[in-house]
């Protein structure tokens, strides 16, 4: 099975602040790789699919890079809505995988 | 608006069965490959079995497999879990979701999540 890593596990940041999440996959999945928001009580969001791609109706201020087993999401500039956990998950091989979730919280 | 919402969560007995149900709608139900994920309390998220649109091409976690049966009915806008030989570990929060079909062709895309129904496996 694909082990995707995520960091790092939690992150403080401010409204405002660029963070940026990473996942690292254990094995080469080229651009297979989507990111989830999930807020608590609700199910996950898809915000980008195909590595860079952003889902309709996604803010222009998340992105996603990266390819074969290093990448990245990015948040340009942190609103309140955006306090959540992310998710990064991989498409290449059955089973599909999530990597094991960033908790991004108010400083 | 697509929606999904399933049923069928409760709580059942270690080695009892249930069957979850997934009604869709919105979409054309018959186009696009159906999904069943789960998260256990306080846990992440886990992909537990996939099915294409046809019901042609099935998959499951290995930790479900033997156990686990995904159907669908596609006269009826409807996916299934049935679930056999229940463990503690499988009390969890189970989502339908809906696999969007990107241009790759591949499945694995999870583009919409019903709100999931609990299942609790305890004695």
């Known amino acids: 099975d694909v082990q995707l890593t995520q960091s790092p596990s939690s992150l403080s940041a401010s409204v405002g602040d660029r963070v940026t999440i990473t996942c690292q996959a254990s094995q080469d999945i080229t651009l297979f790789l989507n990111w989830y928001q999930q807020k608590p009580g609700r199910a996950p969001n898809l915000l980008i699919f195909d590595a860079s791609d952003l889902e309709t109706g996604v803010p222009s201020r998340f992105s996603g890079s990266g390819s074969g087993t290093e990448f990245s999401l990015t948040i340009s500039a942190l609103q309140p809505e955006d306090f959540a956990t992310y998710y990064c998950q991989q498409y290449d091989h059955v089973p599909y995988t999530f990597g094991q979730g960033t908790k991004l919280e108010i400083k | 608006e697509v929606q999904l919402v399933e049923s069928g969560g409760t709580l059942v007995e270690p080695g009892g069965s249930l069957r979850l149900s997934c009604a869709a709608s919105?979409?054309?139900?018959?186009?696009?490959?159906m999904n069943w994920i789960r998260q256990a309390p306080g846990k992440g998220l886990e992909w537990v079995s996939s099915i294409t649109n046809s019901g042609g091409s099935i998959h499951y976690t290995d930790s479900v497999k033997g156990r686990f049966t995904i159907s669908r009915d596609n006269s009826k806008n409807r996916v299934y879990l049935q679930m056999n030989s229940l463990r503690a570990e499988d009390t969890a929060v189970y989502y339908c979701v809906k696999d969007p079909g990107v241009s790759s062709g591949k499945n694995g895309v999870f583009d919409y999540w019903g709100q999931g129904t609990l299942v609790i496996v305890s004695s």
């Open positions: 919105g979409f054309s139900f018959s186009s696009y490959a």
